[in-house]
């Protein structure tokens, strides 16, 4: 069985301070895929990332990046320099690359409060 | 483009009634699926659409679920006999299905409570 665990069930910080959000994953397909959603107070998930387990390199998008460590099997999520606009719930997920059988699997999520 | 989109967007029932929830996936997307977001937790997985058949409804939490696709566009989740324990926000994602794990993308949600 696939598990996602998020740690953190709330985090608050002070505007532009950096914050990460912890993710470890359970799996035992060898290819599988990972996600990160944000869900604003409006509700609507948002799409972030996706990452093939086969692909390690850390990658950054703006004030976003994240760091994906197999041997580990986490892949959390750093935010530099916090606005507010990033208070929201955030959402780690996996989905096995099982073509036919494709469903994601949520951690609880991560509350974030940005604190002006 | 257009997004996911579903509708109602709140529906307030009885228990013992009948819903339907609708969903409209990105056009061209042939992969549609439901999730369930209770309070303060993760979505859950309903069912999984490719095409017009139901490829995996190994989440549906009993035989009062049940989901339809019958163009390979337009989606219904269909719930008989409501309880309160049905209460949640109904979640519809759609995606390529071009091959692994193609991204998922989210509507808006319907919030279903059942009083």
């Known amino acids: 069985a696939q598990k996602v665990t998020q740690a953190q069930t709330e985090i608050s910080v002070v505007e532009k301070e950096d914050v990460t959000l912890d993710c470890v994953y359970e799996?035992?397909?060898?290819?599988?895929?990972l996600f990160w959603y944000k869900q604003p107070p409006s509700g609507e998930l948002v799409f972030l990332i996706r990452r093939n387990s086969f692909d390690e390199q850390n990658e950054i998008s703006g004030r976003y990046s994240w760091n994906f460590q197999k041997s580990t099997s986490s892949f959390n999520f750093t935010i530099t320099a916090s606005q507010v606009v990033d208070s929201a719930v955030y959402f780690c997920a996996l989905d096995g690359a099982n073509f036919g059988n494709e469903k994601l699997t949520f951690g609880t999520g991560t509350r974030l409060t940005i604190i002006p | 483009g257009a997004g996911v989109s579903q509708t109602p967007s709140n529906k307030v029932t009885e228990k013992g009634k009948y819903v339907e929830l609708r969903c409209d996936p990105i056009s061209g997307h042939t992969a549609l699926y439901w999730y369930r977001q209770s309070l303060g937790q993760g979505p859950e997985f309903l069912i999984y659409f490719q095409g017009t058949g139901a490829a995996d409804d190994s989440g549906l939490p009993n035989d009062r679920f049940f989901a339809v696709r019958p163009e390979g566009s337009v989606s219904t989740l269909k719930i008989q006999r409501t309880e309160r324990g049905d209460s949640a926000v109904y979640l519809c994602a759609s995606s390529f299905n071009r091959g692994e794990a193609d991204t998922q993308y989210f509507g808006p949600g319907t919030r279903l409570t059942v009083l």
């Open positions: 799996t035992r397909d060898t290819t599988y895929y």
